[in-house]
């Protein structure tokens, strides 16, 4: 039987009466309707939002998205690793005073862990895109900042078959103006080789990005 994870987020009401938001994974089978197996809720006192899920190759999961109620202040990335029953393994934030946000995990070759946003604590701007290459414990190994001195924000990260990495998200530093699609390609150790812009004067961004069988990529938004 086929399964299928779903993500998103969860109102939880405490016994005091706070309206919290917090990380939300549910495991559900394949059939129509799905039956739920689990569901696991993660967060503080204040609010926490998941933006990506992926299965890990040791059968658990991995979670990136934001926190308020843990880090350096405003909201950090947040990541965390769970077993294969949703229970928490460990957990990391990364980011300054201000908002950082992640919208994108991958697991790498090396059993690590990279992850991409946008920061607004870092960089030339007021936000910038955000790479942070973390080992298989989450802890920080490098990271790197892209942009300019509008809004950056990237969206999606995937490891291409050269050890590299490809960016995708929007600039509004760079392009044919308002918001364009970004596409970032970057060495094993995040330094840029190139990038691109793709776009008209409106608002274009890119959300999602894969590389195809013929060794380029195909990006959509």
């Known amino acids: 039987m086929k399964n299928k994870v779903s993500m998103g987020l969860i109102l939880t009401l405490l016994?005091?009466?706070?309206?919290?938001?917090?990380?939300?994974?549910?495991?559900?089978?394949?059939?129509?309707?799905?039956?739920?197996?689990?569901?696991?809720?993660?967060?503080?006192?204040?609010?926490?939002?998941?933006?990506?899920?992926?299965?890990?190759?040791?059968?658990?999961?991995?979670l990136a998205g934001q926190t308020q109620s843990f880090g350096a202040g405003g909201t950090d990335f947040w990541l965390v690793k769970t077993d294969s029953m949703g229970n928490m393994e460990w957990?990391?934030?990364?980011?300054?005073?201000?908002?950082?946000?992640?919208?994108?995990?991958?697991?790498?070759?090396?059993?690590?862990?990279?992850?991409?946003?946008?920061?607004?604590?870092?960089?030339?701007?007021?936000?910038?895109?955000w790479l942070i290459?973390?080992?298989s414990s989450g802890d920080h190994?490098?990271?790197?900042?892209?942009?300019?001195?509008?809004?950056?924000?990237?969206?999606?990260?995937?490891?291409?078959s050269d050890g590299g990495y490809i960016l995708a998200g929007f600039t509004e530093s760079f392009g044919a103006?308002?918001?364009d699609g970004w596409l970032i390609k970057t060495d094993s150790m995040g330094n840029m080789e190139?990038?691109?812009?793709?776009?008209?004067?409106?608002?274009?961004?890119?959300?999602?990005?894969?590389?195809?069988?013929?060794g380029g990529y195909i990006l959509a938004g």
Request: proline share 1%; with cysteine; net charge negative.
């Open 91 to 129: 957990n990391k934030t990364y980011g300054g005073t201000k908002n950082d946000i992640a919208f994108s995990v991958v697991e790498t070759s090396d059993g690590g862990y990279v992850l991409t946003g946008r920061t607004n604590s870092f960089g030339l701007g007021i936000a910038d895109f």
């Open 177 to 179: 103006g308002g918001q």
């Open 15 to 62: 016994l005091m009466g706070i309206l919290t938001l917090g990380f939300y994974i549910q495991r559900a089978d394949g059939e129509k309707p799905p039956a739920t197996e689990w569901n696991k809720t993660y967060g503080g006192a204040n609010s926490e939002v998941a933006r990506s899920v992926i299965q890990t190759s040791d059968g658990g999961y991995l």
């Open 194 to 214: 190139w990038n691109k812009t793709y776009g008209g004067t409106g608002v274009d961004a890119a959300r999602c990005v894969v590389q195809t069988s013929d």
């Open 141 to 160: 190994e490098w990271n790197k900042t892209y942009g300019g001195t509008g809004v950056d924000a990237a969206r999606c990260v995937v490891q291409t």
């Open 133 to 135: 290459k973390v080992d």
